[in-house]
C-alpha cells in the first residue's frame, strides 16, 4: 500500500516539471508510478500511454487528467472505473471565456474582415453591447463569460441539459429548444463537453435559425458542429460567420473550404495556450494534492457514464 | 427673437430626418436656420458649410454639433464664442468602448494574424483578462472602457491632464508620466481628444517604453500617434502590433507601410458605425432639445479655448 503522499508525475513531457513542483509544494514526494498512491499525467498529446501505465499501477487510486476535455480518455477510464478519475474542469475557464468574447466582438465587428484588407473600405459592424448572446453549455466556461460580460448589458441565455436558472442569465433552455435559443442572437458560443448526446448538435436546422449577421463561436470541440452543414451556411450568408477555435477534422487540412471562406477565423486550438494553462494547471494540481493529503476528494471528478 | 422651441436642423443630410423626428418628439419646431433659436448641425462631412449658416442665423444662440471629436469645427467655434456650442461628447463611448476592446484582445489573442493564415499554426497569444491596460483619456470612452472591464481582473492605469482618481482605475497619471504608465501594460487604448496637447503625444519614447507584446489601440485620432515612429516600432517588433481604428493621413492611403505589416489591423474608422451611431445620436439630440425648451443648458458645452 503506497502512502497517501506519495505521488507519479508522468510522462516527462513539457508540463512535466511545473506538475512536480506544484505535487512537492502541497506536500507530496514524487515517486515512480509502481509506488504510487496517485498518477498525475502530465501529456496532453499521447493518451494511449496513460493504459499501461495505470495497468502497470495497481496502488493508484487517483488518476488526474490535465485537460478539461477528455474524450480521448473515455474508454480508459470506463475501462477502470475503480479508480478515481479526476480532470483539469473548470481550470481553464478564464483564457477559454476570454478568447470566446474576442472571437465573438472580433467577428461581430468585422475585425477579421479588415484583417485581410490593404484599403480603407466601408463600414460594417454589429455591437455585443447592448445586444443578445446565447452559450451551449453551462459550465465553467459559461460561467465565467457570464462574469466577464457583466457590464456589457448583454442578454445572454445558456442551452443546458438541466435547465437551472444561472446569475447573470436572462433565460435557460433545455438542449430540445436549441433552435429557439439562438433565434435572436447576435452570437452563439458553443461550451460544451463533446459528448453523444452534444455531438452535431449545431446543424443545419439550428444554423438556419440564426439571424443572418449572427457569429457562430466553438470553443468546445469541433465535432460539436456539423462541419458541412456550417460551410453551406456560410457559403450562402445564412450566418454573419464563424469563429472556430476547434474544428472537424482537427487540424484543420490545408485546402479545406473553411479556410478560405471570407466570413471565417480560425484560431488553432489556443484559447488556452500552454503559456497561459500550465501556470493555472500547476495551480489545479497544487490544490488537488492538498485535498488529497487531506484525504478529500480532489476537485474534477469525471463521471464514467457521461464521458465528462 | 425666434420661440425657443424653434430649431433649424440643417443640412438635408443622411441624419436629418431622423434628427428632425428627435426635435419635434422633444416638443420642438423645426424652421429654417433664419428663423431659428438653436441649429442642430446634421453633416459630419463639410465642416466649412457650417459657416455661412451660423452666419445668416444671428438669432440661434445654441449650435449643436453631432460629433464627438469636433477638431474641423474649432476655428469657427472660437469665430463665434457668443454662441453655445455642444458636441456629442459621451454620446458615442459605448460603442466606441467595445471597439477597442475588441481590437486589443484581438490583437493580444493573435487573431488579427491567424485571420490572414490557410493553415493550422502554432499556439500565440496574451491575455487581458487578469492583466494590465493603459488607458490615454479620462473621458467617457475611458469611463466606459473601465465599466464593460469590470469583470476582468484587468489592472488600468490612465493617463490625463487632470489626474484624478477614477473609479475602478488603479492609478491615474499625469500626461507628462506617460512613458511610465506604458511600461507594464499589455494594451494601450487611446482615447484623448485631439487637441495641441496631445498631437503626438505617441511618439518614440512612449513606443520603446512599452513592452515587446504590447498592442497599441487607436480609437481616439490618428495624430494623437507619430505614425513614422510607430512604422518603426512595428518593424523593429518593439511593440506587439498596432490596431488602428483612425489614422494620420486619413483614410490611409493604398500602398502605405500600416497596410502590408503583419502586426497591423486597420478598421476604417468604424469603432462607432452609422448603423450604431444615429440613434445614439437622435436619442442625445433628443435629451438635448428637452433641456434646451426647460431653460437649461444642453449636455456636451464645447469649451472654445481647449478646443474639445
Known amino acids: 500500500m503506497a502512502e497517501l503522499s506519495q505521488i507519479a508525475v508522468v510522462p516527462e513531457a513539457g508540463r512535466h516539471e511545473s506538475l512536480k513542483e506544484a505535487v512537492r509544494e502541497a506536500g507530496g514526494v514524487v515517486v515512480a508510478p509502481g509506488e504510487a498512491s496517485a498518477i498525475v499525467w502530465a501529456d496532453p498529446a499521447h493518451p494511449n500511454d496513460l493504459g499501461?501505465?495505470?495497468?502497470?499501477?495497481?496502488?493508484?487510486?487517483?488518476?488526474?487528467?490535465?485537460?478539461?476535455?477528455?474524450?480521448?480518455?473515455?474508454?480508459?477510464?470506463?475501462?477502470?472505473?475503480?479508480?478515481?478519475?479526476?480532470?483539469?474542469?473548470?481550470?481553464?475557464?478564464?483564457?477559454?471565456?476570454?478568447?470566446?468574447?474576442a472571437l465573438a466582438t472580433s467577428g461581430?465587428?468585422?475585425i477579421v474582415g479588415y484583417a485581410r484588407?490593404?484599403?480603407?473600405?466601408?463600414?460594417?459592424?454589429h455591437m455585443l453591447v447592448d445586444g443578445r448572446l446565447t452559450i451551449f453549455g453551462g459550465?465553467?466556461?459559461?460561467?465565467e463569460i457570464v462574469r466577464l460580460l457583466?457590464?456589457?448589458?448583454?442578454?445572454?441565455?445558456?442551452?443546458?441539459?438541466?435547465?437551472?436558472?444561472?446569475?447573470?442569465?436572462?433565460?435557460?433552455?433545455?438542449?430540445?429548444?436549441?433552435?429557439?435559443?439562438v433565434r435572436r442572437a447576435d452570437a452563439v458560443i458553443l461550451a460544451v463537453?463533446?459528448?453523444?448526446?452534444?455531438?452535431?448538435?449545431?446543424?443545419?436546422?439550428?444554423?438556419?435559425a440564426m439571424k443572418p449577421h449572427a457569429w457562430l463561436v466553438n470553443v468546445a470541440r469541433g465535432g460539436v458542429v456539423d462541419t458541412d452543414a456550417l460551410v453551406k451556411a456560410l457559403v450562402e450568408g445564412a450566418i454573419g460567420g464563424a469563429a472556430l477555435d476547434v474544428t472537424d477534422p482537427e487540424p484543420l487540412p490545408e485546402g479545406h473550404p473553411l479556410w478560405v471562406l471570407s466570413n471565417v477565423v480560425i484560431t488553432p486550438?489556443?484559447?488556452?495556450?500552454?503559456?497561459?494553462?500550465i501556470p493555472l494547471l500547476a495551480a489545479h494540481i497544487r490544490r488537488s494534492v492538498e485535498a488529497w493529503l487531506r484525504g478529500d476528494e480532489p476537485p474534477g471528478r469525471v463521471d464514467p457514464s457521461a464521458g465528462y
Open 150 to 181: 457583466q457590464g456589457w448589458n448583454c442578454e445572454i441565455t445558456v442551452v443546458r441539459r438541466n435547465p437551472r436558472p444561472m446569475d447573470g442569465v436572462a433565460r435557460v433552455l433545455g438542449s430540445a429548444e436549441a433552435a429557439e435559443a
Open 108 to 110: 461581430l465587428r468585422h
Open 52 to 101: 499501461p501505465v495505470v495497468e502497470q499501477s495497481p496502488t493508484a487510486r487517483w488518476i488526474a487528467l490535465p485537460f478539461a476535455g477528455v474524450e480521448p480518455y473515455v474508454r480508459l477510464i470506463r475501462q477502470f472505473p475503480d479508480r478515481l478519475w479526476t480532470c483539469a474542469r473548470d481550470v481553464y475557464s478564464r483564457p477559454v471565456a476570454e478568447h470566446a468574447i
Open 139 to 143: 459550465g465553467g466556461i459559461a460561467s
Open 193 to 208: 463537453p463533446l459528448t453523444a448526446e452534444t455531438a452535431g448538435l449545431i446543424g443545419a436546422d439550428v444554423l438556419a
Open 269 to 277: 486550438h489556443i484559447a488556452n495556450t500552454p503559456e497561459m494553462g
Open 117 to 125: 484588407e490593404s484599403q480603407w473600405t466601408e463600414p460594417h459592424g
